[in-house]
């Protein structure tokens, strides 16, 4: 299926259903970078048929509120890395060791006691779910190295690059078999890289690299300040400590954060051979924007990246927010991305 020019899609994670997380529990914690099977709210047996259904409905509303590119939503996981990153072997999860997260605060994460090893297909299947159910073009989301490195505790490779580029060869492993397995685009989620800039001009392109290495399909990666959820009350940059650096990257698709902080689209050109993902949804703010202003949002980036090259879509992950919120704010995105194509005359 063709995509229009200015397609549209959700960054990753879309509100779980009350009756399949306690989402007062996640709310009240940081994101679990080990597992929290405590936050389920169906007994194990019937948890995976819970999750599908939950990823059923994600998909609809997607496509009732016209997004072009739909995900799964993330239904199937805690946070939106703990999932592939507590499934590699190499790791004590019963053991956890300790990181200090981006907010400052100190969080429980995988202790790396031996070689970091994929031993199969960890969301394969969810990918051919997904593909199955959706009626057009799917993405994916993996966590990517450099970020599950910065969220884990160390105690096995002799630097913290020698380990970025194990999770590298696991992530690129897993890309594969989810294109195998019907994903049109696979996206890496990297928001550490403006966490931790200065370790990720070290060694993050290099392991970004490694993990889409021969790759056969469309790759994205997103940058951001994170949650506006978790990071509430602290004023959030108004540009990016590591964004030039990724145009020199073999990622096709950059996705960046830009309505919250207020982004200048300047910035744009720093990204001159890439196509940008480009947050136009405000998840700090509860209310729905107007697709007027959607749109405005659009036309300023316009003005710095050529429509051909650009993608719409929320700032970050939408699991915070409440169904009703999130399926507006999509709704709204894509009639404000509508209102600019018939401006271009698409």
Request: proline share 8%.
């Amino acid at each position: 299926m063709p995509l229009p020019i200015l397609p549209t899609t959700i960054v990753g994670s879309y509100p779980q259903p009350d009756w399949l997380i306690d989402r007062e529990r996640l709310k009240a914690s940081l994101p679990p970078r080990v597992r929290m099977q405590t936050l389920w709210r169906i007994p194990e047996p019937w948890l995976s048929d819970a999750q599908d259904a939950a990823t059923l409905v994600a998909i609809r509303d997607q496509e009732v509120a016209g997004i072009d590119i739909v995900g799964d939503g993330e239904m199937r996981r805690e946070s939106y890395s703990n999932r592939l990153a507590t499934a590699l072997s190499g790791l004590d999860i019963d053991n956890p060791g300790t990181a200090i997260d981006r907010t400052g605060k100190a969080n429980p994460v995988p202790r790396v006691v031996g070689p970091i090893v994929r031993t199969g297909p960890i969301e394969a299947q969810d990918a051919a779910f997904l593909k199955r159910n959706a009626k057009g073009p799917v993405k994916i989301t993996l966590p990517g190295p450099f970020t599950m490195t910065q969220q884990a505790q160390n105690d096995y490779y002799p630097s913290a690059e020698a380990l970025a580029l194990a999770y590298a060869d696991a992530v690129n492993a897993e890309i594969r078999d989810l294109f195998a397995a019907g994903a049109d685009i696979v996206q890496l989620d990297e928001p550490y890289l403006q966490a931790r800039p200065e370790a990720a001009r070290d060694y993050a392109l290099e392991a970004i690299a490694r993990a889409v290495e021969g790759v056969a399909g469309r790759t994205a990666l997103h940058v951001c300040f994170g949650y506006a959820h978790v990071h509430q009350g602290r004023a959030k940059p108004k540009g990016y400590d590591f964004l030039t650096e990724l145009d020199a990257s073999p990622v096709d698709i950059i996705s960046i954060e830009a309505a919250q902080p207020r982004l200048g689209p300047a910035i744009l050109a720093e990204l001159a051979s890439k196509t940008v993902m480009y947050g136009v949804l405000d998840l700090n703010d509860p209310a729905v924007e107007s697709p007027e202003v959607v749109a405005g949002r659009i036309r300023e980036a316009l003005a710095y990246v050529p429509a051909e090259r650009l993608m719409i879509a929320p700032d970050c992950g939408m699991k915070y927010l409440s169904r009703e919120t999130a399926f507006g704010k999509l709704k709204a995105m894509a009639d404000g991305a509508a209102i600019v194509r018939a401006e271009l005359g698409g």
